[in-house]
């Protein structure tokens, strides 16, 4: 006995009309016919009494009607209490991604401000590139994701500009220009120059390219690294200077001082464009509530970018 086969009996015992049955159930009566008799055939007797003008229930059909009622309540009810404790969780959670700029510089006060707001949503967090990040909202596997917004955006997904983070050079501690206060392009264009792989780092990677195709200059590249961790360390053993994000100060590196970086002009060349992605026309009220405590806090962020 099947709990679809029940459902079939119910609804024709209740219409005694296979056909109205048939048609509230969305199926054609043939079909309903026959998960009746194998309803009967599993159950050993006749359900209905059928005659060429009318359908009745037997004993036993009315028997089971009570009982066959009492257990779909029963599994409805269950259904409704398992999808609501599912969308109850779902609510308590928010699984966000960001790039390694984002966790270390724009995460730390927003998820403070958030736990603060919202302590009853427990926010997981993923750290990956942009290129890795942006697929996992589209599968699901991420409800939020801060990121460098791509040339070419996927039209699923949707973006909010966030802020511009600002570049600065890391030069090895002893390095005669380390004591500074601020560096210009034409002072390290004879520099090692370190630079992120393009492929999985493109913002990054351009960054020092159109920064010294703005100064009219040719950056002496010596060394590619994947990532931001890498580049600083082979900083700290002067293999080479690197423009970065100013959140890289935050990593406790020895032998590593960073310079502030004035542009020959200013303008968002000189910086990294960060922003969320989700995914289009979704909803999602945890998302929702950190976007609106991103959005209230957003000024106070930027400047610390």
Not at 33 to 47: M, N
Not at 86 to 102: E, F, K, N, P, W
Not at 189 to 215: C, G, N, W, Y
Not at 276 to 298: F, I, N, Q, T
């Amino acid at each position: 006995m099947e709990l679809h086969q029940l459902r079939c009996f119910v609804a024709a015992a209740e219409q005694l009309h296979f056909g109205h049955a048939a048609q509230q159930l969305q199926m054609l009566p043939s079909a309903l016919g026959r998960q009746i008799r194998l309803l009967e055939e599993d159950l050993g007797t006749r359900l209905f009494a059928r005659t060429t003008r009318a359908v009745s229930l037997t004993e036993d059909g009315s028997t089971l009607l009570r009982d066959a009622r009492a257990i779909l309540a029963k599994v409805e009810a269950v259904e409704s209490n398992l999808r609501n404790r599912s969308r109850a969780g779902a609510a308590r959670r928010l699984r966000v991604g960001a790039i390694d700029s984002a966790a270390a510089g724009l995460l730390p006060p927003l998820l403070r401000d958030f736990r603060d707001k919202h302590p009853e949503i427990a926010v997981q967090l993923l750290e990956d590139k942009t290129v890795r990040l942006l697929p996992k909202i589209l599968t699901g596997a991420l409800d939020l994701a801060f990121v460098r917004p791509p040339d070419s955006a996927d039209k699923r997904l949707e973006f909010r500009d966030l802020l511009q983070e600002t570049a600065i050079v890391a030069f090895p501690q002893r390095h005669a220009l380390a004591e500074r206060k601020s560096i210009t392009l034409a002072q390290i264009a004879d520099e090692a120059m370190l630079v992120p792989d393009r492929r999985s780092r493109p913002h990054s990677h351009d960054l020092t390219i159109k920064l010294f195709e703005q100064a009219g200059l040719t950056p002496r590249i010596v060394q590619v690294a994947d990532e931001k961790q890498t580049i600083i360390h082979l900083v700290a053993t002067k293999l080479g200077v690197a423009i970065v994000p100013r959140w890289t100060t935050r990593m406790a590196v020895s032998g590593v001082r960073f310079v502030p970086l004035r542009p020959k002009q200013s303008g968002p060349i000189g910086r990294l464009p960060l922003a969320a992605a989700w995914l289009r026309g979704s909803r999602d009220p945890a998302r929702d509530a950190m976007l609106a405590v991103l959005e209230a806090r957003l000024r106070s962020y930027a400047r610390e970018a």
